[in-house]
């Protein structure tokens, strides 16, 4: 596979592509607009400053003064006349008011005639006015007098003036810093802007050679990048550009890393958003977004736009318990409007990803809209050889590694399950000081993944470690026995995730098609561990639920949905109109009599009490290999293929009865 190699040269915009490249060298939280148009930072000392002048105007405002008890007037006139006092202070207002604030000579406590005790030395009293009178009295009475006229007009202003200059702060150094991060307005007043993250062209790097195991979804999406370089090309035959390309897969297959790949190739700014960014509890915000998220496209045209999760959107109208008016179906309205407005010369792309496609509204589906759906679906075997190629790129692998291999055993693996697999079997070298990931760590890896991590401390007692044995050993010797089974790859009594035991087999080849052979194996093979049960211990337990539970499941769709009951024929008696939006239990709409009901319970049952009956049968004629395999289980707690069959092929131990 061949690698990306960055440019030695800058990259230069092409003419007509309003977006530019950001400036990587500094912080959108730290900026703010100059004079000159450009972006300066704030200087964070004049915020110190301003906060350090506040807080001393505060302090020295309500906390610098002495706290002096306030008497009455006449009680201050009981102390003038009996000579107690030392010093005074009047300070006038512009109403010519007087606040007097008197020191004693004494500093002992002095009792008033109402009755009160001043235990200070000082005290206030407000006067009604203060003339030249009362201060040549003060004057005889030997009281060091001080008048100060007016008030502080400064304090006033400032206290007048403070909370705008609060509020005024806060808008400009906090909502405005807000405003603009990676490109989207962010502040509280910008509901309806979108929340689209740009990715510049430059700063793409995933290309086709990033993508593999999809080579049918890729050459389909190459003329979208053809479409995006040369629009030219097929305007000139009346070719128009499409306008919507939806990729259909399940989860983990590589649909937004082809959307990104897309944007890479064509070298176009890439928007993505989610669709559950639309939505909002305010009315009218997601229809706001989706015009907001169009015009920016349009104007950085040539472009793609990328919308994953599209079905929280594009949903089916029309079909909730809400009515058509519910915000959702507003937002999905305007959608369907805007990429009805595309043009030819729009040079905009809207590319759409959902694992989800049948509860998407037939509108969103026409051709006009998504022109185009592309359907990505789990890689084979050769798509996985080339997928753990590219995720192996960079990392020492020693030489006992086949990849080939590794591809084989790994039958149903999305992009995302061999890319943690890798990951996976790279930490397990890593924890061991290896410099190489070995063969072995990808087999522990794989082992992890498929049957979840180990959990050796917790205890079993021994009985129930050894019925944990019988139960998995049944599970293994039915499945040998029984043709069309696939092959058994590991079993374990080494609790793992929720289970205290496991048995996992790997299929010979991808299988797209299940036929009868192979579906009635697979029952016969989960009802094995029941049936050990049963053969040994006379006596069963609830290790078998999810078993059974598998087992039902399967003989209840090869009755009502796969025609493979030679008494009700091939008719698919399936669960009727389900309606995903009311949930299964308000929709569900039995399209078949009772009678009918009854036979298909009657199927069911035939079809697992013969499977049950075929797992007792092959216990009972092979319980030698059960017992070596269930005691070889409880010594070793882990059997692979190897020793299964070395078990199995034993001279001797095909006869036997049970104990």
Not at 134 to 157: H, P
Not at 265 to 274: C, D, G, H, T, Y
Request: net charge negative.
């Amino acid at each position: 596979m061949q690698s990306n190699k960055s440019s030695d040269k800058a990259p230069k915009t092409r003419p007509g592509n309003r977006f530019m490249p950001p400036d990587k060298g500094s912080d959108p939280d730290e900026r703010f607009p100059g004079k000159d148009g450009r972006e300066g930072r704030f200087p964070k000392f004049i915020l110190f400053l301003m906060l350090a002048l506040l807080g001393l105007f505060v302090f020295q405002r309500f906390f610098s003064q002495e706290l002096s008890p306030e008497i009455s007037y006449n009680e201050y006139r009981s102390i003038l006349d009996s000579g107690s006092l030392t010093e005074v202070t009047v300070k006038i207002s512009q109403d010519r008011s007087a606040l007097l604030t008197a020191k004693l000579k004494a500093a002992d406590s002095l009792r008033l005639t109402s009755g009160n005790t001043i235990l200070s030395d000082r005290f206030m009293v407000r006067l009604p006015g203060f003339d030249r009178v009362q201060a040549d009295s003060l004057s005889a009475s030997s009281v060091q007098l001080k008048i100060v006229q007016g008030s502080d007009e400064f304090s006033n202003i400032l206290l007048l003036l403070l909370p705008w200059v609060l509020f005024g702060f806060a808008y400009f150094f906090i909502f405005k810093r807000m405003s603009m991060q990676n490109g989207a307005q962010k502040n509280i007043f910008s509901f309806g802007k979108s929340r689209a993250k740009l990715v510049s062209e430059f700063d793409v790097k995933v290309t086709f050679d990033d993508v593999a195991g999809v080579d049918e979804a890729v050459e389909e999406l190459k003329e979208t990048v053809e479409f995006l370089m040369n629009p030219e090309k097929f305007q000139k035959i009346g070719g128009k550009i499409p306008k919507g390309v939806l990729l259909l897969g399940p989860p983990g297959t590589g649909k937004t890393l082809l959307a990104k790949a897309i944007a890479g190739e064509a070298k176009v700014p890439f928007f993505s958003i989610s669709g559950a960014d639309f939505v909002e509890m305010f009315v009218g915000v997601g229809a706001a977004r989706v015009r907001d998220l169009f015009e920016t496209a349009k104007k950085n045209s040539p472009c793609i736009v990328f919308v994953d999760e599209i079905d929280a959107v594009g949903r089916s109208r029309g079909a909730g318990l809400g009515g058509g008016h519910d915000e959702r179906e507003q937002t999905l309205n305007q959608l369907l409007v805007e990429m009805d407005g595309f043009t030819a010369r729009d040079n905009v792309i809207l590319i759409a990803a959902t694992n989800r496609p049948d509860v998407l509204d037939t509108a969103l589906l026409r051709p006009g809209r998504f022109d185009r759906q592309v359907v990505i679906d789990k890689p084979d075997i050769r798509g996985r050889e080339a997928i753990l190629k590219i995720h192996t790129r960079n990392t020492p692998l020693s030489g006992d590694i086949d990849l080939a291999l590794i591809a084989k055993s790994t039958p149903g693996f999305s992009g995302a399950d061999l890319a943690n697999l890798v990951n996976e079997a790279a930490l397990l070298a890593a924890r061991k000081e290896q410099t190489e990931i070995t063969g072995q760590n990808f087999e522990d890896a794989r082992d992890k993944v498929l049957m979840g991590p180990e959990r050796k401390s917790m205890f079993i007692s021994p009985d129930q470690k050894k019925l944990t044995a019988y139960h998995e050993a049944g599970h293994v010797i039915v499945s040998k026995f029984t043709s069309g089974s696939d092959p058994i790859h590991k079993v374990t009594i080494i609790p793992r995730g929720r289970s205290l035991g496991q048995t996992a087999y790997l299929p010979l080849e991808d299988r797209y098609t299940q036929n009868r052979e192979y579906l009635i194996a697979m029952i016969t093979y989960a009802l094995g561990g029941r049936a050990a049960e049963e053969l040994i211990f006379d006596e069963v337990s609830t290790g078998a639920a999810n078993d059974i539970e598998k087992a039902t499941e399967i003989a209840r769709k090869m009755v009502k949905n796969w025609g493979m009951s030679d008494k009700l024929g091939p008719i698919n008696y399936g669960d009727g109109h389900k309606e995903v939006f009311l949930g299964k239990d308000y929709s569900h709409v039995r399209e078949y009599s009772e009678d009918t009901a009854l036979q298909i319970d009657v199927e069911v049952r035939r079809i697992i009490t013969e499977c049950m009956d075929n797992a007792r049968k092959i216990l009972s004629a092979h319980s030698r290999i059960l017992h070596e395999m269930a005691a070889r289980l409880i010594e070793k707690e882990s059997l692979d293929s190897a020793e299964i069959d070395s078990i199995v092929n034993s001279e001797g131990a095909i006869e036997g009865s049970p104990a």
